[in-house]
């Protein structure tokens, strides 16, 4: 059974830095591209980046680019999310999710204010 597990979400001022992990299990992580999301208050969930198998190719929303960094250690079955000069609008749930098994952890709230 798939399980994915998000923590390192919390409360930051602007201009901080969170990493987010996704822990998962009952999987060939390593063959599997990975995906965070988020959805805000009120909000669609949008897609916020993606890390393939393999070589771990990389592609980001243009509202994170150049300030989160997805990664992925195939050790520890284990996708992070690293958000630096993170912003108000940053605020959401952040899911992490294997797109090929359609299956999503439960989220962890980042909250960024002052």
């Known amino acids: 059974q798939v399980h994915l597990v998000e923590s390192g979400g919390g409360l930051v001022q602007p201009g901080g830095s969170l990493r987010l992990s996704c822990a998962t299990s009952?999987?060939?992580?390593?063959?599997?591209?990975m995906k965070w999301s988020r959805q805000a208050p009120g909000k669609e969930r949008e897609w916020v980046a993606t890390?393939?198998?393999?070589?771990?190719?990389?592609n980001y929303a243009d509202s994170v680019m150049g300030r989160f960094t997805i990664s992925r250690d195939n050790a520890k079955n284990t996708v992070y999310l690293q958000m630096n000069i993170l912003k108000p609008e940053d605020t959401a749930v952040y899911y992490c999710?294997?797109?090929?098994?359609?299956?999503w952890g439960q989220g962890t709230h980042v909250t960024v204010s002052s």
């Open positions: 890390i393939t198998s393999g070589p771990g190719s990389t």
């Open positions: 999710n294997v797109p090929r098994l359609n299956s």
């Open positions: 009952g999987f060939t992580f390593k063959n599997y591209a």
